[in-house]
């Protein structure tokens, strides 16, 4: 069992605050928008050892993103040279070891999900991810026309799906699928913004499938400067009438004259509270608004954009990819198990997340798994494994390691269904 070193990622949507005071560092004044944990190539962790550890035969720590050479967004040099690896690099050597002969079996020799702590100061694009069949067929086109990797047009990085889970640490706001299209066009028609009438028309007058899909399409296709002026008013209107409006008005503080600030008022409008949680399936337009939360998502960045972002936007594909129908947000609440384990049931089997919380001079927690895991400190002060943990802090145990956890804290536990 080894502790982690991870990568902060500084998006410009991500909070200045809110990942120093749970690590109890001081803020630097930049974002600090997404703390990743795993394997992924884009910023793998590192395995942290104590001076004199053996690491024959393991590859050394990753270049690129996740490299310890150059500036560190996490501040955290490690143990210095031959005392920290890439956790890609570790895996690599020996997969069943690492992850377990079933796992490999399922998922192949790699970590098929990424841990992050998510800190959201302003909000994140209104974005669909694909399923598996569809992620699979997008990426072989991408790849027969030629479209590099990274082209800023560019849909499909990868060949897989990306269904994600976020968990509340704090209130936490978002939005999550399409509200019933008779309440959007409540909501809507409210702000009496003259050039908004037609979608509210269409919304009360064409079947569900067919009304959300016309004014999604209306609102990404319409002329640029027609519709920021169209969002300048509504934004100026939700301002005005507060209430249930107030999200949108901060929407369009952060990406004035976006198309998306008009799409957002399609979606349900969702508030966490901290251990409640979200899962966003694929086709669920969604967006994570403001607030601190875990989130565990497959190994993918496969991600297409309805609005609210500079990036690009792929209208035809994203029509394709995203599913017009109305549903319930569906806020997840943990199930306890006799042993402590408070699962959050998600449909798929890359990712399992779960929570303990531990009492004081509590019976130790057996926590052994038969894949690999990642333990996650959010509060407290526990023993894992014989590590301790602040919150903020993390260990990546091996499949089948003998490993306890005592102490009074909260452990997220991050493994895979198999």
Not at 31 to 56: I, K, N, V, Y
Not at 266 to 275: F, R, S, T
Request: proline share 9%; aromatic share 6%.
């Amino acid at each position: 069992m080894d502790r982690l070193s991870n990568t902060v990622r500084p998006y410009a949507w991500g909070s200045t605050t809110a990942i120093p005071e749970l690590l109890g560092t001081a803020p630097t004044g930049e974002p600090q928008a997404e703390m990743w944990m795993g394997a992924h190539p884009g910023a793998p962790s590192r395995l942290t050892r104590p001076a004199g550890t053996d690491t024959t035969g393991v590859a050394g720590s990753a270049t690129g993103a996740g490299s310890t050479d150059a500036a560190d967004p996490t501040g955290a040099a490690g143990p210095g040279a031959g005392g920290e690896r890439s956790l890609t690099d570790v895996i690599a050597a020996d997969p069943e070891r690492e992850l377990g002969a079933a796992a490999v079996r399922a998922f192949g020799p790699r970590l098929p999900f990424l841990l992050k702590l998510l800190a959201a100061g302003a909000p994140l694009s209104l974005q669909v991810h694909p399923d598996l069949a569809q992620a699979q067929e997008g990426y072989a086109d991408e790849e027969r026309r030629g479209i590099p990797i990274d082209a800023p047009h560019r849909t499909y990085k990868d060949a897989n799906h990306k269904p994600e889970l976020i968990c509340a640490l704090t209130p936490f706001d978002g939005l999550c699928g399409f509200r019933r299209p008779a309440e959007a066009a409540d909501l809507i028609a409210a702000l009496g913004v003259d050039s908004l009438k037609p979608y509210v028309d269409l919304l009360r007058a064409r079947p569900e499938d067919g009304a959300l899909r016309e004014v999604l399409t209306a609102i990404l296709t319409a002329d640029p400067d027609e519709m920021a002026h169209t969002v300048t008013e509504a934004a100026e209107a939700a301002e005005r009438l507060g209430g249930a409006h107030a999200p949108y008005a901060q929407i369009a503080h952060h990406y004035p004259g976006d198309p998306g600030v008009i799409a957002a008022m399609l979606l349900n409008y969702v508030q966490l509270q901290p251990g409640e949680a979200m899962f966003l399936g694929a086709g669920v337009p969604h967006a994570y608004l403001g607030g601190l939360g875990v989130e565990i998502m497959a190994n993918s960045d496969n991600v297409l954009r309805c609005g609210l972002t500079p990036k690009h936007v792929d209208v035809p594909e994203l029509l394709r990819i995203v599913r017009f129908e109305a549903t319930e947000p569906g806020i997840l609440r943990p199930e306890a198990a006799p042993s402590g384990e408070e699962v959050y049931e998600t449909p798929v089997d890359e990712f399992r997340l779960s929570r303990y919380v531990l009492p004081s001079g509590g019976t130790p927690a057996d926590l052994t798994a038969a894949t690999a895991q990642i333990l996650l400190c959010t509060a407290g002060a526990p023993q894992v494994g014989g590590i301790g943990l602040a919150p903020g802090e993390s260990v990546f145990v091996p499949a089948d390691e003998a490993v306890e956890a005592a102490g009074a804290g909260t452990l997220f536990r991050a493994t895979v269904v198999v």
